[in-house]
């Protein structure tokens, strides 16, 4: 039997393809068998993001703020093409008024932004659809951290699971809508950039706890007055009483301490030029803007502002963020 020639061409052609009755490996195929039909966890919790982010830090709050603002004033409507292959808005379609009007207690206002609020804090958007003779009558958001996809070697995902005062409900995959940033290390799950940037968040939120405590009880001490002689009681109360009235409160503030008996004093603590306090956290404030991809004017940071580049600013927040 002669074998049939090809040329160098085609054979490449079929390594690169494959052969005919060849297929493709899917995701969920790849999966080790122990690791299918199991939940998908991770090490990022949302409600903590919500707790040591969004409500610890003046900037992560400013910037998804301004975010899910901007999200949630997009008209949202359903086209569709005609003929001619133009797209045509289809007015009063069942989906838009869905949306308008997701369920009994939220505004479609209120749907987007918690999407969008998740979605920057958790890395993860999730609605749950609730259904009436095969309808979809109703949206709800769920929060991500309970509620998690379980893959499938066979249908990249098999179902989800929500759990909720300890019980365990499985949702179909055809009823939850999942919106993500991705993840480059799981294809299941999202990742926040508030991942990537919290250490510089929890940066700049110990710099304001430590600031706001040094102001209310000098927590560190700034330096010891020390005496050549031993003092008595009464002597050691006298110079205590005598600080304590020229340190504490406001008025007295950064006023020089006068103290008697040969004391010396030794400084001990850094002042705030010396730490460099507020160029530190201006740094810390832009590095969180970039994070979420806001310009600095659009969050109330106006150091270098004119009105010509918080108009550009205005821009490359629609266009980019």
């Known amino acids: 039997m002669k074998r049939k020639r090809i040329s160098l061409r085609q054979a490449l052609g079929m390594w690169l393809l494959g052969a005919p009755e060849q297929k493709s490996v899917t995701t969920g195929q790849l999966l080790p068998v122990w690791q299918s039909r199991k939940p998908i966890w991770t090490d990022w919790s949302t409600d903590k993001a919500v707790r040591e982010g969004y409500k610890a830090s003046t900037w992560v709050y400013a910037c998804i703020h301004r975010i899910m603002k ?6 949202w409507v359903v086209s569709k093409k005609n003929g001619t292959g133009e797209w045509e808005v289809v007015p009063g379609h069942p989906l838009e008024e869905l949306l308008k009007k997701p369920n009994p207690y939220m505004s479609g206002q ?17 609605w749950t659809k609730i259904r009436v003779r095969g309808a979809v009558v109703e949206l709800w958001p769920i929060g991500p951290d309970g509620i998690k996809p379980v893959p499938s070697q066979k249908n990249f995902i098999e179902r989800y699971e929500y759990e909720k ?16 940033f991705i993840d480059p290390a799981n294809p299941y799950w999202g990742m926040s950039p508030l991942q990537a940037g919290a ?5 700049d939120v110990e710099a304001v706890t430590w600031n706001k405590v040094a102001l209310q009880n000098r927590a560190i001490t700034d330096g010891v007055f020390s005496f050549k002689e031993p003092l008595t009681r009464e002597q050691w109360e ?13 008025d007295n503030a950064r006023t020089p301490w006068v103290l008697g008996g040969d004391a010396t004093w030794h400084q001990m603590s850094l002042s705030p030029a010396e730490m460099d306090f507020i160029e530190s956290r201006r ?19 106006y150091d270098h502002a004119t009105l010509a580049n918080i108009e550009t600013a205005r821009k490359i927040f629609w266009l980019d963020t």
């Open 199 to 203: 250490r510089t968040v929890d940066t």
């Open 165 to 180: 005062d300890g019980v365990k409900h499985s949702i179909k995959p055809a009823d939850i809508v999942h919106v993500m």
């Open 110 to 126: 209120d749907l987007i932004e918690r999407l969008t609020a998740h979605l920057y804090l958790g890395g993860n958007g999730l």
């Open 70 to 75: 901007a999200v949630a004033s997009v008209p």
């Open 238 to 250: 006298e110079a205590r009483k005598q600080v304590r009235e020229q340190h504490q409160g406001a």
């Open 283 to 301: 740094m810390t404030r832009e590095e969180i803007c970039a994070i979420f991809q806001v310009p600095p004017p659009m969050v109330g940071i």
